[in-house]
């Protein structure tokens, strides 16, 4: 699977949109964008996919790039429960093979 | 309700004991993974299982061994033989044949090696 980079950290302020970018120049056609979070002592999440077209869900959207070398998933309204690591992961739509974790951002939401 | 129950939540053993985790799903997936998460880093692939009675090394599976006797199950013994042992471990399963499917974690395991 491709590489993706993120930020090490953000930091918002509750209540406000929050825009956490993802660079992946080296994505195929067959990649999908997967978005995942973390909580703090938890497992990760499920938060969001596309491949090409922006994507809404209850949870967040995904904005992609029209060359699909970046991406942003935005929060519309940051709350302190949304304080957790987000990880960008590439996935091509083929087997089985497991998902590789980078580092991802760690967002920090300020009451 | 359907998910992913990792037992138990803290760990603590002597080092050199073998200890096993557990991890049990009920979400009818073939496919289950081991990941290993260290503080501040990101999520490093043990093992994963495709289907029952067969398995895969990961990035890093040296002082790991697994089992898959059972659709529902994928238990990580951690051995003697693994050099740092203390950290957080999760699995995870995901529905076979559909590559853009979601992962399922547990909540993870905290085993500590003293």
């Known amino acids: 699977d491709a590489k993706t980079t993120q930020p090490n950290s953000m930091e918002s302020n509750e209540e406000e949109p929050v825009h956490l970018p993802c660079n992946h120049s080296?994505?195929?056609?067959?990649?999908?964008i997967h978005w995942y979070r973390q909580l703090p002592s938890q497992g990760p999440e499920y938060v969001i996919h596309g491949l090409t077209s922006n994507v809404n869900n209850r949870m967040a959207s995904l904005a992609i790039a029209e060359d699909r070398k970046s991406s942003t998933l935005i929060l519309h309204r940051a709350t302190l429960r949304d304080a957790a690591v987000y990880y960008c992961i590439l996935r091509r739509n083929s087997g089985n093979t497991p998902l590789v974790f980078g580092k991802g951002t760690r967002l920090s939401v300020i009451a | 309700d359907g998910g992913i129950t990792q037992s138990p939540k803290y760990l603590f053993r002597k080092e050199g004991q073998n200890v096993t985790l557990s991890c049990e799903q009920n979400?009818?997936?073939?496919?289950m993974y081991w990941y290993r998460q260290d503080p501040g880093q990101g999520l490093r692939l043990i093992y994963y299982s495709q289907i029952v009675n067969d398995f895969q090394k990961g990035d890093i599976a040296e002082g790991y061994s697994v089992s898959r006797e059972k659709k529902e199950s994928f238990p990580l013994t951690v051995t003697s033989a693994q050099k740092n042992p203390t950290a957080f471990y999760l699995c995870?399963?995901?529905?076979?044949?559909?590559?853009?499917?979601?992962?399922?974690f547990g909540n993870g395991t905290r085993l500590t090696v003293t």
């Open positions: 080296t994505i195929s056609g067959t990649d999908y």
């Open positions: 995870a399963s995901r529905p076979p044949g559909q590559g853009v499917s979601p992962l399922h």
């Open positions: 979400l009818n997936h073939d496919a």
